[in-house]
């Protein structure tokens, strides 16, 4: 769940543009926005003009069998420790996505990383690093040229200058050559994926919602230019109703479909898009089944996206494991957590002591693509696939521990078919458990959407990043899910360092302090989430192993902050797993590293709000009603103010707050 990043970070280079018409794409011209992309334009020391080369002589240009023109980027490196960048100034607009590219070959390109690749990286105004998009790379031999691409998350409001790296994964060696580098702005279909708040899509008589996004980056009309109109079609193939929009945001088309006026059977919705002109712009469709009674489930979800198990509400909150032990599940049995998600395989036996200590187990089959990194060596190609999912899924479907199967870490979307199939088998093959995911690609989540019954990300930001960074990524996990999908979002617990491959890397890091782990937990409940795997348990445990006593953390210390935190959320499972309705969103004021969710319980209204700045702020929320007192259950007593209707909260740094109102 790690992912590479660039680590040696010198100041950004003066933000120059050459931009080059390539094709017209999502309603405007794209552009080449690399500088000198194919190394052709020459300085008189012979080096490629606004490249910057890093130092050492690693990086030359080179003549030998370019992909494209006269001449390419060469790299040479017999020394692991040496780590060194080429990189270009690019001006991108904040908010914008961007696909890139470069053309790789590569000769005898050594180490335990990806290879040779190419990156964006985007700095602050300070020069600080704050993010960036990192496709895997080419290693080995690979004579012919090879494609390497990306497409970024959106690019953060503060960046103040970003670039494009050419380079080799760190502690690695050998050669490799690039060439023809594009980056670009990426637009998306003004039409995605679609869905229904209903699970599997399976339905009731009675409303249902229908969602399709709605991408309008890159176009030159707006939201109220937009007009759509939704088509039911029964499985005879005859049109039983079309539905005007209910809502058009930013982010979705809404839909509410009467089903009701649905007799039983299957149905397809098929959503068309027009721009201001009238002409058709996109479409996107989704099954629906309209039942009279729902199937029962073992573990399903509800319309408000709870887990439910057994028919009771079930929040999970767990942590990523390696294998599973006894000794392991005795002290983790006594802790707040309620599952655990193992990498690695567990048997029956090791199922059995996890359900008599009352724990969960979420199995994974992530690894059952052929091809992919960790792939099991009886799955040689695709048509293996399915029989190993068959062969696992019905050994271990009737236990009682099962809650959930994991199918996809971060596979790239080049993997959508083969996802949206697995997701299908499982379907077929168990529907008594649904489907999980987890992806670093943040911005994408919707072009998932047919390979996952809940979703997750994992924002590991510290010490990197802001600690927002796991409030925005909840945000544009939920949007990307079109809020009708569960979320359950796998906040950081470890530290970097862990993964560090260096002395001086590893000492550079540190993990989250209870603070900063406790705000990011929050984060994610009050945008959305419904349950959080924390990444990881064993990593704790490693960090409590390195050989260096400068960066060595004793587990316990770690263990006792990860449970305080733990702890804190499960004292909330009662108002987080309410069904009872909150009733109407109240007017909001509040800066966007503040966020919130309103539930209820009892006959109480809930406020759940955390701030995701290391700074104070304060919001204002103007209900529509008037209660008759207030109470801080979580969060600093003094910092909730209420007037009738009016609640003003008063957050200290990264804070989360839990305020009950009174009717």
Same mark, same amino acid.
């Given at each position: 769940?790690?992912?590479?990043?660039?680590?040696?970070?010198?100041? &950004?280079?003066?933000?120059?543009?050459?931009?080059?018409?390539?094709?017209?794409?999502?309603?405007?011209?794209?552009?080449?926005?690399?500088?000198?992309?194919?190394?052709?334009?020459?300085?008189?020391?012979?080096?490629?003009?606004?490249?910057?080369?890093?130092?050492?002589?690693?990086?030359?240009?080179?003549?030998?069998?370019?992909?494209?023109?006269?001449? &390419?980027?060469?790299?040479?490196?017999?020394?692991?420790?040496?780590?060194?960048?080429?990189?270009?100034?690019?001006?991108?607009?904040?908010?914008?996505?961007?696909?890139?590219?470069?053309?790789?070959?590569?000769?005898?390109?050594?180490?335990?990383?990806?290879?040779?690749?190419?990156?964006?990286?985007?700095?602050?105004?300070?020069?600080?690093?704050?993010?960036?998009?990192?496709?895997?790379?080419?290693?080995?031999?690979?004579?012919?040229?090879?494609? %390497?691409?990306?497409?970024?998350?959106?690019?953060?409001?503060?960046?103040?200058?970003?670039?494009?790296?050419?380079?080799?994964?760190?502690?690695?060696?050998?050669?490799?050559?690039?060439?023809?580098?594009?980056?670009?702005?990426?637009?998306?279909?003004?039409?995605?994926?679609?869905?229904?708040?209903?699970?599997?899509?399976?339905?009731?008589?009675?409303?249902?919602?229908?969602?399709?996004?709605?991408?309008?980056?890159?176009?030159?009309?707006?939201?109220?230019?937009?007009?759509?109109?939704?088509?039911?079609?029964?499985?005879?193939?005859?049109?039983?109703?079309?539905?005007?929009?209910?809502?058009?945001?930013? =982010?979705?088309?809404?839909?509410?479909?009467?089903?009701?006026?649905?007799?039983?059977?299957?149905?397809?919705?098929?959503?068309?898009?027009?721009?201001?002109?009238?002409?058709?712009?996109?479409?996107?469709?989704?099954?629906?089944?309209?039942?009279?009674?729902?199937?029962?489930?073992?573990?399903?979800?509800?319309?408000? $996206?709870?887990?439910?198990?057994?028919?009771?509400?079930?929040?999970?909150?767990?942590?990523?494991?390696?294998?599973?032990?006894?000794?392991?599940?005795?002290?983790?049995?006594?802790?707040?957590?309620?599952?655990?998600?193992?990498?690695?395989?567990?048997?029956?036996?090791?199922?059995?002591?996890?359900?008599?200590?009352?724990?969960?187990?979420?199995?994974?089959?992530?690894?059952?693509?052929?091809?992919?990194?960790?792939?099991?060596?009886?799955?040689?190609?695709?048509?293996?696939?399915?029989?190993?999912?068959?062969?696992?899924?019905?050994?271990?479907? =009737?236990?009682?521990?099962?809650?959930?199967?994991?199918?996809?870490?971060?596979?790239?979307?080049?993997?959508?078919?083969?996802?949206?199939?697995?997701? #299908?088998?499982?379907?077929?093959?168990?529907?008594?458990?649904?489907?999980?995911?987890?992806?670093? $690609?943040?911005?994408?989540?919707?072009?998932?959407?047919?390979?996952?019954?809940?979703?997750?990300?994992?924002?590991?930001?510290?010490?990197?990043?802001?600690?927002?960074?796991?409030? =925005?990524?909840?945000?544009?996990?939920? #949007?990307?899910?079109?809020?009708?999908?569960?979320?359950?979002?796998?906040?950081?617990?470890?530290?970097?360092?862990?993964?560090?491959?260096?002395?001086?890397?590893?000492?550079?890091?540190?993990?989250?302090?209870?603070?900063?782990? #406790?705000?990011?937990?929050?984060? &994610?409940? *009050?945008?959305?989430?419904?349950?959080?795997?924390?990444?990881?348990?064993?990593?704790?445990?490693?960090?409590?192993?390195?050989?260096?006593?400068?960066?060595?953390?004793?587990?316990?210390?770690?263990?006792? =902050?990860?449970?305080?935190?733990?702890?804190?959320?499960?004292?909330?499972?009662?108002?987080?797993?309410?069904?009872?309705?909150?009733?109407? *969103?109240?007017?909001?004021?509040?800066?966007?590293?503040?966020?919130?969710?309103?539930?209820?319980?009892?006959?109480?209204?809930?406020?759940?709000? %955390?701030?995701?700045?290391?700074?104070?702020?304060?919001?204002?929320?103007?209900?529509?009603?008037?209660?008759?007192?207030?109470?801080? $259950?979580?969060?600093?007593?003094?910092?909730?103010?209420?007037?009738? #209707?009016?609640? &003003?909260?008063?957050?200290?740094?990264?804070?989360?707050?839990?305020?009950?109102?009174?009717?």
């Amino acid at each position: 769940m790690t992912r590479p990043t660039t680590a040696s970070r010198g100041p &950004c280079l003066p933000v120059l543009l050459v931009a080059i018409a390539l094709s017209v794409t999502g309603g405007e011209t794209a552009v080449n926005l690399a500088p000198n992309p194919g190394f052709e334009e020459i300085t008189p020391k012979g080096w490629a003009r606004q490249w910057a080369p890093g130092a050492s002589g690693v990086f030359s240009v080179s003549t030998k069998a370019p992909h494209g023109g006269r001449r &390419c980027l060469r790299f040479e490196n017999s020394d692991s420790t040496r780590y060194v960048l080429c990189s270009a100034p690019l001006e991108l607009s904040p908010g914008r996505c961007y696909e890139f590219e470069a053309w790789v070959r590569t000769r005898d390109v050594q180490g335990k990383d990806s290879g040779a690749t190419i990156c964006l990286e985007w700095s602050d105004a300070q020069g600080k690093y704050i993010g960036g998009s990192y496709p895997p790379g080419v290693k080995g031999t690979e004579d012919s040229w090879t494609r %390497v691409r990306g497409i970024s998350p959106p690019v953060p409001e503060n960046a103040a200058s970003c670039r494009v790296i050419c380079y080799v994964r760190k502690n690695m060696t050998g050669v490799a050559w690039w060439d023809d580098v594009v980056v670009r702005p990426y637009f998306p279909p003004l039409l995605g994926n679609m869905a229904t708040d209903c699970y599997r899509n399976v339905a009731l008589p009675g409303p249902i919602r229908v969602r399709a996004a709605l991408n309008l980056a890159g176009y030159k009309f707006g939201v109220g230019d937009v007009r759509a109109v939704l088509t039911v079609t029964g499985a005879d193939g005859k049109v039983r109703s079309r539905v005007q929009p209910a809502d058009i945001t930013d =982010d979705w088309i809404e839909f509410v479909v009467d089903g009701a006026k649905l007799s039983p059977g299957q149905y397809t919705l098929e959503s068309r898009v027009l721009g201001p002109a009238g002409k058709a712009r996109g479409n996107a469709r989704c099954e629906l089944r309209r039942v009279k009674e729902l199937p029962r489930r073992r573990v399903t979800f509800d319309r408000r $996206q709870r887990l439910l198990v057994d028919g009771k509400p079930f929040f999970p909150l767990g942590t990523y494991w390696s294998g599973i032990s006894i000794k392991d599940l005795d002290l983790y049995a006594q802790s707040p957590f309620n599952c655990l998600m193992p990498y690695g395989k567990p048997t029956r036996g090791q199922l059995d002591q996890a359900e008599a200590r009352g724990l969960k187990v979420i199995f994974s089959i992530k690894d059952y693509y052929a091809g992919s990194r960790w792939c099991p060596p009886n799955i040689r190609t695709a048509d293996d696939e399915r029989p190993a999912v068959e062969k696992t899924v019905r050994r271990f479907r =009737d236990h009682p521990a099962l809650l959930a199967w994991y199918l996809n870490d971060e596979l790239p979307p080049s993997y959508m078919d083969r996802l949206t199939a697995h997701r #299908r088998w499982v379907e077929e093959l168990d529907p008594d458990h649904p489907a999980w995911i987890v992806l670093y $690609q943040f911005s994408r989540v919707n072009e998932y959407l047919s390979s996952f019954d809940v979703i997750g990300t994992d924002p590991y930001p510290i010490p990197r990043l802001p600690v927002r960074t796991a409030l =925005d990524w909840t945000r544009a996990t939920v #949007r990307g899910a079109l809020g009708l999908k569960p979320v359950w979002m796998v906040p950081q617990i470890f530290d970097h360092a862990s993964y560090a491959k260096t002395p001086e890397d590893r000492k550079k890091s540190r993990p989250p302090t209870l603070e900063e782990m #406790r705000s990011m937990a929050w984060q &994610c409940i *009050a945008a959305g989430a419904n349950g959080l795997i924390f990444y990881s348990w064993f990593d704790l445990w490693r960090m409590d192993k390195l050989e260096s006593p400068a960066v060595r953390q004793p587990f316990i210390e770690r263990w006792k =902050d990860v449970t305080a935190m733990a702890a804190e959320i499960r004292r909330f499972f009662p108002v987080l797993l309410s069904a009872d309705d909150p009733g109407p *969103a109240p007017r909001v004021e509040a800066p966007p590293t503040v966020a919130w969710r309103l539930y209820a319980r009892n006959g109480a209204t809930f406020v759940v709000a %955390v701030n995701a700045a290391t700074e104070p702020a304060a919001a204002r929320f103007r209900f529509h009603r008037d209660f008759s007192a207030v109470q801080v $259950q979580l969060g600093t007593a003094a910092g909730a103010v209420f007037d009738g #209707r009016e609640l &003003c909260v008063s957050f200290l740094p990264l804070e989360p707050m839990v305020v009950r109102l009174l009717p």
